[in-house]
């Protein structure tokens, strides 16, 4: 039977691997479906039974926007590695943001976190886009 999630949270939140610091600065995480980066319970991604998250993957050159969940099987939680499931989001924003909401209306129950999903995926996607670069001609400003 696995810990309950406020166990869990009790037990990591001032010592775990992805916590990281700086002066004048929120206590923020690297942890594996965290959607916001901060270090609070509400949006651990490794003391919760229901995560969510939203971030970008590099393979390659290709770029890709990643939605992050917790396995509906119970008995994936005695194995680290094969906890979390990671899906491919559409680039379009109407098809990304439709599937953003189906993956958090349907069967999972954390519709609070729906909403920063969403703003999470539009900054992840202009984040793709690439400065044009232009070139002024020395000959043409005379």
């Not at 309950?4 to 004048?24: H, V, Y």
């Not at 600065?25 to 690297?30: D, F, G, K, V, W």
């Not at 959607?35 to 993957?57: I, P, R």
């Not at 939680?77 to 599937?99: F, N």
């Amino acid at each position: 039977m696995p810990a309950s999630a406020e166990l869990l949270w009790e037990c990591m939140k001032g010592n775990t691997s992805f916590i990281r610091k700086s002066a004048n600065m929120p206590i923020m995480s690297r942890e594996p479906g965290n959607l916001c980066g901060k270090h609070s319970f509400k949006f651990s991604g490794l003391a919760n039974s229901k995560v969510l998250d939203v971030s970008s993957k590099k393979v390659g050159s290709k770029e890709k926007i990643m939605l992050t969940t917790h396995h509906k099987k119970g008995s994936r939680v005695h194995r680290p590695g094969s906890i979390l499931l990671a899906a491919g989001l559409s680039k379009s924003t109407k098809k990304g943001l439709q599937q953003v909401t189906k993956a958090t209306e349907g069967s999972f129950n954390r519709r609070d976190l729906m909403e920063l999903a969403k703003i999470k995926f539009q900054k992840v996607k202009t984040s793709f886009k690439k400065k044009k670069l232009v070139f002024k001609s020395r000959r043409a400003t005379k």
